[in-house]
């Protein structure tokens, strides 16, 4: 019979209660990418890892081919194991001139995509489209009142 050992209480890593959105606009540089590999950091306060990832779509910043970003190893401090050539969205800060992510900046490419994509302008479409509309109601009306001029005078 296997024994259950309580060892406290865990810290966890918690993300801030956040959208998708928030996230996109407080983080420097956002983009879509796979990781081609990584490196140890050595001498790092928490244990951390330097991947190497290709880009396959920049979303904000400036974004080269290829960007280096630092993750923390351990859970406990939000790191997290991303496996290479897997297609991820990326939202990275800048913190000492390197850019830096934990697992609340490491998503799901498409949900990036699709945040980032959204339809902009629709105020406008939709005055575009009153005005529009306004405009073939004001037609109808003269033509409908001509109309009714040309039949009411006696021929």
């Known amino acids: 019979m296997a024994a259950l050992v309580f060892t406290g209480g865990a810290h966890a890593f918690t993300c801030p209660p956040t959208t998708l959105s928030e996230r996109i ?10 990781s081609v590999g990584y490196t140890s950091v050595p001498g790092a306060g928490v244990p951390q890892r330097l991947y190497r990832f290709t880009v396959d779509q920049a979303v904000k910043g400036d974004v080269g081919r290829t960007v280096l970003v630092r993750v923390p190893v351990k859970a406990a401090n939000g790191g997290q194991v991303i496996p290479e050539q897997v297609a991820a969205g990326i939202l990275a800060s800048r913190a000492g001139g390197t850019l830096f992510a934990t697992r609340c ?38 033509l409908l009142r001509r109309r009714r001029k040309e039949s009411a005078v006696p021929h």
Do not use: C, E, M, R
């Open 25 to 34: 606009a407080a983080a420097d540089v956002v983009f879509v990418g796979h």
């Open 105 to 142: 900046d490491i998503t799901d490419p498409g949900a990036v995509l699709a945040d980032v994509d959204q339809p902009k302008g629709n105020a406008v479409k939709l005055l575009i489209g009153f005005l529009f509309l306004g405009g073939v109601f004001a037609y109808s009306f003269w």
